[in-house]
Nanobody, 123 residues
Framework: QGELVESGGGSVQDGGSLRLSCTTSGYIYNMPYMAWFRQAPGKEREGLAV???????RYADSVKGRFTVSQDTAQNILYLQMNSLKSEDTAMYYC?????????????????WGRGTQVTVSS
């Protein structure tokens, strides 16, 4: 079946950077689109970035210019480089795969999820 496992979260100060990783099995990694989402307490899950298996990317306005999604095809790892972090970026971050709609940033369009990694940004 395969799974997705996120790592790289932690606590940083305002303006800092983190790189999240999502390790997947080969079966999942070969799916056409993979994405990053986040969910803060009391808020809906928010789509941040999606990457297609030809390297095309799409970002939410809230992270455009600060976050970069990429993939290591040899290691089957999805990354999210996060720069210029703000307190409002504090959330649990998830990777997702098995999209039912190409390039979507809506959580309802993904069927496979990791358990998440916590990111906390303090001022």
């Amino acid at each position: 079946q395969g799974e997705l496992v996120e790592s790289g979260g932690g606590s940083v100060q305002d303006g800092g950077s983190l790189r999240l990783s999502c390790t997947t099995s080969g079966y999942i990694y070969n799916m056409p689109y993979m994405a990053w989402f986040r969910q803060a307490p009391g808020k809906e899950r928010e789509g941040l970035a999606v990457i297609g298996n030809y390297g095309t990317t799409r970002y939410a306005d809230s992270v455009k210019g600060r976050f970069t999604v990429s993939q290591d095809t040899a290691q089957n790892i999805l990354y999210l480089q996060m720069n210029s972090l703000k307190s409002e970026d504090t959330a649990m971050y998830y990777c997702a795969a098995d999209a039912t709609l190409a390039g979507s940033l809506m959580s309802s369009h993904y069927r496979r999820w990791g358990r998440g990694t916590q990111v906390t940004v303090s001022s």
